[in-house]
Each structure stands twice: as structure tokens, then as C-alpha cells.
């Protein structure tokens, strides 16, 4: 198993995955700055995986804390993570988790060292959570799965995006335990091509039947009716079911609708976000275009051309055929879907 982040010692240590698939190298992140950067830089990524990473950056903000500097210790880190990148709620989700055992740690009248012990051990709850939570997105979803199934995903959304199996991939890597599986297509994902670093380099990793294609090639393969089902990740689900995922992921769901092709979304209840009531509201990270006019140091277009970088897009709730979640699957309608699995949350 993949470990993309873990707690050591006091320091998060880091699979750094700029480096992947050529170097398996590790950061090791004493500071709350240096967890920060490496959420902005994309050392580490996907929307689960920011979650559990920010919380681990909380425990270590109060790491050195005394009784006089607790208080803006904890503020401090609070501040800095949830402006490290905006679109997956994931984070935000995490971070109001942290704060919630933080305040009754405090209210609770513990001392210092108990503080962060108690936060440290919430970081680890969290992280512990989602390996339980990405089973269940996969057993959900592998019903859904035929057999000799030949699926179509996009960016990566495995085990290097979460705390366990993954989402959109902890669903193909059930169905292919169960022998269901015998393609799977997996986009490059431009501009940062985590399709072919990423998920490649995982579903090779799986021994699952795979194929990189370019992002542009997906109309041709559905045309040729080479792709029976897309699933795909999630960075923030709005209340009506639009949903923001790694750019591209709009224009698959629309080809999808096009051919007669399911289009799946899994993605764990932490990505939902009720209180955004549809896609508009759902902000949407701009990333520097130097990633758009280079790839890695090499430039593939002329230093001085405007580029636009969106990492992500909306897709409208009209085109997803179910949301996989590790309550379930969810069909339209989906605000009463919503409401009938989370009133519970
Ligand atoms: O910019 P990234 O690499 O963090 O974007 C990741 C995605 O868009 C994933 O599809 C999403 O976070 C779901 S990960 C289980």
C-alpha cells in the first residue's frame, strides 16, 4: 500500500509526488509552512489527501507550543492551511474537525501536552477514517461495474489522492478484484498530467489492465464504443449536485451523455458541501499558466503567450448518472438523495 503522508515523530513526511513516476523521494515537514507549500506546490494532492494532510499540519502547529502561545499558535496554522488552496472542501472540512477537538480539549480545561496529544491523535482519527471510507466507496461502487468492464477516469483519485484505496480507483480496484475489469483508460490530465505520472504508475502498481490516453483522444474512444462507464473523483459536490473535479472532467461528462455512457462520481461524504447550493458557488482554484506553457522545465510554448489555468471545472448535475459514496449510491433526484443519506451526517 502507497503511503502518501504520515505523522512521525512530530514531523508529517511527505511522498513527494512532483517527482513521481521517476523518483520516489520523501519531505520531511517540521512547520506549518512547509506543510503549506507542499499543499500549493502539489506535492501532495487530491482532495481526501489535502484533508488529512492539513490536519496532520494542525498537530504540528502547536507542536512547540506553550500555555501563553497555544491559543495563536493553533490561529496561526489555521489561517495559513485554509488559504493553501480553496477548491476541494476536503480541507476545510478537516481543518473545522480540528478545531471542533481543539476547542473541547481547551473548554475541558487540559493542559498543554495534552492538547497536542489530542490533536495529533484527531489527525490520525481522520486519516484512519478515510482508509475505512475508501473501502466502502469501492464495495458501492463495484456493483455498479459489469463484467469485462472498460472504464474510463481522469486525473487520479487513488491512493496517492486519499487516505486508503482511493475513490473513482478504490471502485476499479474492487471491480478488479472481482474480475470485472478488463480495461482501463486513463487520461493524462493536462496541464500537470496526473493521469499519466499518477494514476499510470498506480493501476501498473495493481497489475490492472491499462491504457494512457491522451485527454483529447476520450470523443474517439466513445465514438468507437471502446468505453462502457467514466467514473471519476470529486473536489466539492454542491448542494443540487453540481460538482467541481480536475479540469476536463466537464467535457467528459457531456461526451458521456452524447455516446449513452454511465458517468460516475465517488467521491467520501467529506466532499459534499450542503451549504453551496449549486456549481456556481463552488470556488474555483487559477493556478499560474507557467504550468499550461511548460511541462516540468521543458517550455512547449512561447515564454510570452497568455495562458488561462483553471485546475478545475463544474460539471452540471444533469450529466452524472450516480454518486458513490461510503453510504451508498445516490441517483437523481438528488437534493432529496442528499437529504435521505446525510440528515444522518
Ligand atoms: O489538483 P489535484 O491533483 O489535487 O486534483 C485532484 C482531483 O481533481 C481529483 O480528481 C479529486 O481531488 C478527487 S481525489 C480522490
Not at 480539549?105 to 490520525?124: C, F, P, S, W, Y
Not at 487559477?286 to 516540468?296: C, D, K, P, Y
Amino acid at each position: 500500500m502507497i503511503c502518501p503522508v504520515r505523522w512521525s515523530d512530530g514531523a508529517v513526511i511527505i511522498l513527494d509526488q512532483r517527482e513521481l513516476p521517476g523518483r520516489v523521494t520523501y519531505l520531511t515537514c517540521r512547520t506549518v509552512e512547509q506543510v503549506a507549500r507542499a499543499i500549493e506546490s502539489l506535492a501532495v494532492r487530491g482532495a481526501p489527501l489535502i484533508g488529512i494532510t492539513g490536519a496532520y499540519g494542525m498537530a504540528l502547529g502547536i507542536r512547540r507550543s506553550r500555555p501563553s502561545t497555544l491559543e495563536r499558535d493553533f490561529t496561526a496554522a489555521f489561517d495559513r492551511i485554509r488559504r493553501t488552496r480553496p477548491t476541494a472542501v476536503n480541507l476545510f472540512w478537516a481543518l473545522d474537525k480540528m478545531d471542533r477537538a481543539y476547542r473541547t480539549l481547551v473548554r475541558n480545561r487540559r493542559t498543554v501536552d495534552q492538547v497536542k496529544a489530542g490533536l495529533a491523535a484527531e489527525a490520525l482519527g481522520i486519516h484512519r477514517d478515510d482508509a475505512r471510507t475508501c473501502r466502502m466507496i469501492g464495495k458501492n461502487g463495484a456493483c455498479l461495474i459489469p463484467r469485462r468492464a472498460r472504464i474510463l477516469t481522469h486525473c487520479n483519485t487513488g491512493s496517492l489522492a486519499t487516505g486508503g484505496i482511493g475513490t473513482a480507483l478504490g471502485v476499479i480496484r474492487t471491480a478488479h478484484r472481482q474480475g470485472k475489469v478488463s480495461m482501463v483508460y486513463a487520461d493524462e490530465t493536462r496541464p500537470l498530467l496526473q493521469g499519466s505520472r499518477l494514476t499510470a504508475w498506480e493501476l501498473l502498481q495493481h497489475h490492472i489492465p491499462a491504457t494512457l490516453i491522451c485527454d483529447s483522444m476520450a470523443a474517439g474512444l466513445m465514438a468507437g464504443e471502446m468505453v462502457g462507464c467514466v467514473i471519476v473523483g470529486a473536489d466539492r459536490i454542491a448542494a443540487n449536485g453540481d460538482f467541481a473535479n480536475k479540469v476536463g472532467t466537464y467535457g467528459l461528462a457531456v461526451l458521456s451523455r452524447h455516446h449513452g455512457i454511465p458517468f460516475y462520481v465517488a467521491a467520501p461524504v467529506s466532499t459534499f458541501d450542503l451549504s453551496t447550493s449549486n456549481g456556481r458557488g463552488i470556488p474555483i482554484e487559477q493556478r499560474r499558466g507557467e504550468e499550461v506553457t511548460a511541462i516540468g522545465r521543458i517550455a512547449t510554448a512561447p515564454a510570452t503567450i497568455q495562458a488561462h489555468n483553471p485546475s478545475f471545472d463544474v460539471t452540471p448535475a444533469r450529466y452524472v448518472t450516480a454518486f458513490i459514496t461510503e453510504r451508498g449510491v445516490i441517483t437523481p433526484p438528488f437534493r432529496a438523495g442528499f437529504k435521505a443519506k446525510f440528515d444522518a451526517r
